[in-house]
């Protein structure tokens, strides 16, 4: 227990009041209060405006990345198609203009709806972009098999005009076979003559003093009457043609070719059957005829009509 006394020739001590240092206690109190509740009120403002940046972030990204698929999705459908998609250029360059723009607004200051809305925008163009190509993929496939078409029915065409003249030669050709004289029953026989003058039958070389031959021009109606050169040639056994007289030259052309021939003679023929007979005369009526196989060939209006041979020993 304290002592309370006082003492003798002292002044009693009155005990002063703590008020200064309540005071700071007090502003130190209201000064934390204060910040507890600036923090308190602009602690959410910063998570949410920290969250909405990362938001727009993330939907730059998608944007970025959206416009870089459909970009991607546009160059390989143009490699696909190949040339076919030179022909749609001018919309490419806008699809291009378009997809710069948009790249420009996602580098700067930007808007997600102003950026959404020209992707959309991109979008329905890429899409008629490639609406247009198949378009195109379609006429031109059509245009290919109509081409086919032409060019098979061309060729068929072709092949039938071929065929046709084909037939049409070989019917010339025939026609021409047919309207050709033509000579049957050819005969050739060796002529000597008696002292009398008349011709006896002979096949005996060093006898022969001509070679007869007689055959019958048959009757056509496609030959046209007329005037007809009638040639005959007889070969030797040693291939070598027997001519008429020494001066020439004996020759005509057969099948495109210059060769001699024995006789001829000219005759009117009026496309009915003409009994004809022409004779060879050896040049020298001392010199024996050769031996062996002779061959006859008659011959009119550029063709072989008829042949035969006969044989001397």
């Known amino acids: 227990m304290a002592d309370t006394t006082t003492k003798p020739g002292s002044t009693p001590v009155t005990p002063k009041k703590k008020s200064g240092s309540k005071g700071a206690i007090v ?15 602009f602690l959410p403002k910063e998570a949410e405006y920290t969250a909405l940046v990362k938001e727009k972030e993330q939907e730059k990204t998608e944007l970025q990345a959206e416009l870089e698929l459909l970009m991607i999705e546009h160059e390989s459908i143009k490699i696909e198609y190949g040339e076919l998609s030179d022909s749609l250029s001018v919309k490419d360059s806008i699809i291009q203009a378009n997809a710069a723009e948009i790249k420009q607004l996602l580098n700067y200051k930007w808007e997600y709806r102003k950026v959404n809305k020209k992707l959309t925008l991109l979008r329905k163009i890429t899409q008629g972009y490639v609406v247009q190509l198949d378009s195109l993929y379609t006429v031109n496939r059509d245009l290919k098999e109509e081409n086919k078409k032409i060019r098979q029915q061309y060729s068929q065409e072709q092949e039938r005009t071929r065929i046709l003249a084909k037939d049409k030669e070989v019917l010339i050709e025939k026609v021409s076979e047919a309207s050709v004289l033509k000579a049957y029953n050819v005969t050739a026989i060796g002529i000597r003559y008696t002292g009398s003058g008349r011709e006896k039958i002979t096949d005996k070389a060093n006898k022969v003093e001509k070679i007869k031959v007689c055959f019958t021009i048959g009757e056509n109606k496609l030959v ?50 003409t009994d004809l007979c022409l004779y060879w005369d050896k040049k020298s009526k001392t010199e024996s005829a050769m031996v062996g196989t002779y061959k006859v060939s008659i011959f009119s209006d550029g063709y072989k009509i008829g042949d035969t041979s006969f044989n001397l020993r």
């Open 224 to 273: 046209k009457p007329g005037i007809h050169a009638i040639i005959m040639q007889i070969i030797r056994p040693d291939n070598i043609t027997v001519t008429q007289k020494v001066d020439g030259p004996y020759t005509f052309e057969y099948n495109g070719q210059q060769i001699e021939y024995t006789t001829r003679k000219e005759i009117q023929y009026q496309n009915e059957d």
């Open 27 to 41: 502003i130190i109190i209201l000064l934390i209060i204060a910040i507890v509740g600036i923090l308190i009120w």
